[in-house]
């Protein structure tokens, strides 16, 4: 069960992993004007969509991981091809992950 605690004037997730991250609540807590723990809209979009997150981190010059992101519709398409790419990058064994899929459907 989640719940939204207010202390004062700033608002606490009760749990952050199925209320507050991914459901706006903390856009709606910025544009009621309350304070709130957590990051906001963008930083979470961002943090939720892995492909932009390590864009992002490489332009700040930050170092991340080699990765290469696959579209559905490409990984659909042609697999035998991006298998191919992908172990030209990279020796076994690799890891998958959606580049945007929520943890609630973790």
């Known amino acids: ?3 939204v605690a207010v202390s004062g004037w700033t608002c ?23 304070p709130f723990v957590g990051a906001g809209v963008l930083g979470s979009a961002i943090g939720m969509d892995k492909d932009v997150a390590k864009r992002l981190l490489q332009v700040a010059k930050i170092p991340v991981v080699p990765w290469i992101t696959v579209h559905r519709a ?4 042609a697999p035998k091809e991006i ?15 959606p ?3 929520d943890r609630r459907w973790e």
């Open 1 to 3: 069960m989640a719940v």
């Open 12 to 34: 606490f997730p009760g749990d952050a992993r199925d209320f507050w991250r991914g459901r706006n609540n903390s856009g709606i807590a910025g544009f009621g004007g309350l």
């Open 74 to 77: 490409d990984w659909e398409k």
């Open 83 to 97: 298998q191919r790419s992908v172990e030209r990058k990279f020796k076994y064994p690799v890891f998958v992950k």
């Open 99 to 101: 580049a945007t899929l």
